[in-house]
Nanobody
Framework: QVQLVESGGGLVQAGGSLRLSCMASGRFFSTYTMGWFRQAPGKEREFVAAISVNGYNTYYADSVKGRFTISRDNAKNTVYLQMNSLKPEDAAVYYC??????????????WGQGTQVTVSS
């Protein structure tokens, strides 16, 4: 079982940047493909990005491709999401989670508390 704590959210102007972090506890972190997801008010939670176990391979939702970058540090049990060129439609609560397998967009475990990202226009 992996427990997750997200941080780094905040208020940013459109066009700005934020870097989210997700620290995981539990000895299986380094064996999981990890992902970021987000949920805007009134909308379902959606996939954003994921990264392979070794960190060499990534994939993204079309809506964030070219603007967001996912990375991980297995020594620190942490996965990151660098968000550039933020748009108002990126505003949401952001969550990390394992995904069921590389290439999947399905979360695999319990959710953390998330971190709020607000983008002003």
């Amino acid at each position: 079982q992996v427990q997750l704590v997200e941080s780094g959210g905040g208020l940013v102007q459109a066009g700005g940047s934020l870097r989210l972090s997700c620290m995981a506890s539990g000895r299986f972190f380094s064996t999981y493909t990890m992902g970021w997801f987000r949920q805007a008010p009134g909308k379902e939670r959606e996939f954003v990005a994921a990264i392979s176990v070794n960190g060499y391979n990534t994939y993204y939702a079309d809506s964030v491709k070219g603007r967001f970058t996912i990375s991980r540090d297995n020594a620190k049990n942490t996965v990151y999401l660098q968000m550039n060129s933020l748009k108002p439609e990126d505003a949401a609560v952001y969550y990390c989670n394992g995904v069921t397998s590389y290439g999947s967009r399905q979360p695999r475990g319990d959710w953390g508390q998330g971190t709020q990202v607000t983008v002003s226009s």
